[in-house]
């Protein structure tokens, strides 16, 4: 059975963080909400106000008795949020607040588990459960679409962190932080624990520790230059009583932030609160000191080694200028935002003048107020460090400039009004609410602000209304040119300094171990047992089912249903969808890309990436962009792919451009469209080249820094031909092009700029077109009739399809090579290689395999910091994220088959999962991220019945299912991809599981290198060794066996070998045009017919045939592998 992944664009994916959509209706029940000073269960109301970003009323408590404040956010949104978090400053680099943070959430005196948390996560109707730790404060955030689970949530979450289970079991402190263990007299001596595990991982980004530096250079005596998570060298120096002293002096309710968000009665919530725990508290004053730096009266500068691997080079640096700022006001931050913003755009002055300079390819500007002393740095990377101090001389002149020829007005309007856009649009994101509290955390926890998200449209509306006051200018002269209290900050890769760090701790190891007395090994090892045995014990089923408010019967199945209108007209097919919007509106062109050749496809995606990103005809770069933010906003061109499932053989090739906009701009926004894709202007070499360094310097940053995403494309490419074209066109291959694409633009520039208008000649074409719409249904003909404008200028042209069936091919078992002392493992399968199909059954059996087995095998056992299992319509998939092992976890993924047969799971338990799974599927969505999901959805094959089929099968999984999924993923384990991100030294220890060993850092040869063949090599491809002599005597071929072979006469001899077998009659292709036919024989012209015409062939560009070039290798591929297709298709037909 043979499966093609579908395209489900998730609106998320397709606009970033803000998704589109109507905005959450208000909830104006004033009269519902207490009056200033009025007393609710203990808790008095202080002040009132409107949170419009959420359309939301907000009211102020202050719990009278402990101090604790308390903000209420109501609206009308159904995923109801609560959160407690208080001010934690790092006062050192132990990690102890994350320790913390950890063993709270294992459990508490009244709930008293190992692992609440995942207990909550797996078997409860939570919609969102984290914990999170800063530099500032640590914060508890938990979600549900059910009122009733949410005040339980509540309930478990105030008993943990004021009640935490850690006093009286030192166990948790041993998983969570770090310990010493060992299994027996012949085993090595370990230093783990879940936490010092991840932070091994999480220090190897230089991005990362570039941010570090820049705090440690500004903030040297301050808490906010160290790791508040912790580093690997000072947790192990951490105690357990140093964990119990941060909790006596900071997990007090007056230390506390309580948010409350969402439809709710907030009554209960309080009522909970007070008789449960705040009342048991006295208000007390606590000192929270972040040791706020004196401002500094000359620029630091500082450099900082990096530990890399061995082939790292000093020109892969990062060099920063970073401003600290202090006593600015809530206002005044919200201009820096603004300013920082536009200090990224290409038009701004300090980025002109980084061009000119030429000391690196990006020059970014970010800017961070969440601190007590907001940062704003400029930042460039893969660069030398020698440049810091031209980066210190460009930024000290260009804002002194800025200061004096003052902000070019229009794209600060540009910028304002994109800032409104995007803010009207935040109600569709998911986990609003958490994501709202934890933020509004975190400007109390820095700034001791509660109105932060009140007032922040004012703030926006003070910066317009002073756009052409000197306001901004004023803020440039007092916080950056004015301002000493920076630092230029060199953060320098170290080669080899990475694998000293591992000989390093390794000898430390050893030494500890040599200087253990016998007693001492014998009380480890003892100690290590009884850890072993304390974490392998499962928490109480029942106190497990007190976690629980809702049951499955109470489970509702109700999906809206939205309108799709489905026409096709003049070969454009046009789809839309209806949206309870008002102006806004998502829109997606998809243009059939596949009759770009082999040969030419990482020109398509340059071409792809290239539209926006370089000047047009008409309208220089610095112009596009201020014009595409106003028009075209979160524009998207991208190479893509997509399938119906129910009927695509395989996957469609497409160049996906999608926007958002405003109806009455849509106009505005079609005529810009059009200039990106018909008039960009590849003519401008100096601009291409500039983009084509700056896209290497990303590539590297990417192979460095997203091991896990690596990891992802990389494993599901080794199964999903759709996926294994992504990672053909957007990974390594396409990186090795564009370094080709440079030395081309330096020597011979007219073969890319040529090569870039030949790929938007052949895919700017009306055939197979579609367009999607997602918006008012009042609002599709007035968009359509601005977009035709630009559709009707399309050609429509016959597209020759090429076959990718010879792209080269991920391997099934794939070590990849980076720079990183932790690993990452991937195991997966599609259920096209499986004996049973899919079914909702599977995902809470999954739940239960992820929860009962692999937590407790990895994370608590191995230490991996996180473990990660699926299980969808593309298969089931099973990984690890920041993993000390890889063999030992592919072990553990074997034995999954035993767990299920053995594990005594009652329905009882297996209902909790059910929860679980029902509530991740029944998230509400916006308006129009609804309909976009719903049209896509609706494109791929997919309707409301699958998804209700699904919940329906969610409900009635059983216990006898769970041994059905051990065995499917037994099959995983014997038939599945396995991948691995990990250090080349790791990989080499278990290279007898991969059939391949790569390293992105370094430069492979490249995959797509196709060899000419020579007459016998063909025949014995085609035929078989040693049948070239019986070839000849059929007359199937003729000449010297060494001779290369052309591709006229491999066209003649295929279509021999077809004819002898009686297969011309059943394949019957389309008529062709062959402009170089008079240099074919009779012979060939027919054979060259009648094998293009089947697509088993290909023409060039001027649709000539070159019968005199060489057969290559790859080519001979996909005649084979087109007309096995053709057979298989025309016997189905029959």
Known sequence: MRRVRALILVAALIIGCLSPATLMAAVNDSKTLPQIGEVVSGFKALEKGKMEIVNGQTVLFEHVKSGAKLLYIKNADKNRAFDISFKTPANDNTGVNHVLEHVSTAGSQKYPFKDVFFNISNQTYCSYINAFTTNTMTSYPVASMSEAQLLKLADVYMDCVFNPFIYKEPNLFKREAWRYEKENEGAPLNLTGIIYSEMQGSTDGIENAEVRNCLKALFPNGTMSNASVGTPEAIPTLTYEDVLKVHETYYHPSNALIVLYGDIDYRSFLKLLDENYLSQYDKKAITVDYKDEKPFTTVANKTYDFPAGENATTDESIISYAYAMTDISQTDRVGMSIIAEYLNQGSSIVQKAFKRANIGNTLEVYYEDSLPQPVLVFSVANTSPSKKEVLGRIVDESMKALVTKGFDETVLEMIIANTEFNNALVTEGSHLGVNIAVAAAQYWAAHGEYDYYNSYMSHIDYAKAHMTDGYLEQLVKKYIVGNKHAALVATVPKAGLLEQKRAQQKKQLAAKEASMTKEEVAKLISETASFNNWN?????????????????????????????????????????????????????????????????????????????????????????????????????????????????????????????????????????????????????????????????????????????????????????????????????????????????????????????????????????????????????????????????????????????????????????????????????????????????????????????????????????????????????????????????????????????????????????????????????????????????????????????????????AQVSDLKELGQLINEVVEVGAWTSVGSKSNLEKNKKLYDQIISLQDKVAELNQSTNLTKKDFIDLLLGEDTYNKAVIQGLISGKSDEILTREEAAISIYKLLESQDLIELLKGSNVVIKDANTLSEKGLKAVEFLVGNNCMSLDEDNQFNGTSPLLEDDLLQIVLQIGHLLIVSDEVA
């Open 536 to 956: 392998a014990k499962e928490d109480s089923k029942e106190h497990i089912k007190e976690l629980q408010a809702v049951s499955i019967k109470d489970l509702p199945i109700e999906l809206k249903e939205y309108s799709i209108k489905d026409v096709t007209d003049n070969g454009v097919r046009y789809l839309s969808a209806n949206a309870d919007v008002g102006d806004t509106f998502l829109a997606d062109l998809m243009f059939d890309t596949s009759g770009v050749a082999v040969e030419d496809l990482h020109y398509l995606q340059l071409y792809a990436n290239l539209i926006g990103e370089i000047s047009t005809t008409k309208h220089s770069i610095d112009e596009l962009s201020t014009l595409k933010s106003m028009y075209l906003h979160n524009f998207r061109c991208t190479t893509d792919t997509w399938a119906n499932a129910k009927t695509d053989f395989t996957y469609r090739p497409i160049l996906d451009v999608s926007w958002l906009g405003l109806i009455g701009e849509s106009s505005k926004s079609a005529n810009l469209l059009e200039e990106l894709l018909l008039e960009t202007d590849f003519t401008q070499t100096d601009e291409l080249l500039s983009y084509v360094k700056t896209a290497q310097s990303y590539y590297k940053d990417y192979f460095n820094g997203s091991p896990y995403n690596i990891l992802y494309q990389y494993n599901t490419a080794a199964y999903l031909s759709d996926q294994n074209y992504s990672v053909y066109m957007k990974q390594t291959a396409y990186y090795h092009f564009l370094k080709e694409v440079e030395s081309l633009l330096q020597k011979e520039p007219s073969k890319v700029t040529s090569k870039l208008q030949q790929i938007q000649d052949k895919i700017m074409n009306r055939t197979h077109l579609m367009s999607v719409f997602a918006g008012n249904e009042s609002h599709t003909a007035t968009f359509y009739k601005a977009l035709n404008t630009f559709i009707s200028r399309l050609p429509e042209k016959r597209i020759n399809t090429q076959n990718y069936f010879n792209l080269p091919e991920v391997p099934t078992n794939l070590g990849i090579a980076m720079d990183t002392t932790v690993n990452y493992n991937m195991l997966s399968a599609s259920f096209g290689n499986l004996s049973k199909d899919f079914s909702g059954k599977y995902l809470p059996l999954m739940n239960v395999i992820s929860d009962k087995f692999l937590t407790a095998q990895l994370r608590y056992q191995n230490n991996v910091y996180s473990n990660i299992e699926s299980v969808s319509w593309n298969g089931i998939s099973l990984s690890t994220y920041m993993d000390p092992y890889i063999d030992k976890t592919l072990n553990t993924y074997k034995d999954i088959e035993s767990f299920t047969q053995s594990y005594a799971l009652t329905q009882e338990s297996l209902d909790g999962y059910i929860l679980k799974a029902f509530s991740e599927y029944t998230l509400p969505q916006g308006e129009l991220s609804g309909a976009v999901n719903a049209v896509f959805n609706y494109m791929c094959g997919y309707s409301n019945n699958e998804t209700v089929k699904l919940l329906e099968e969610i409900k009635s």
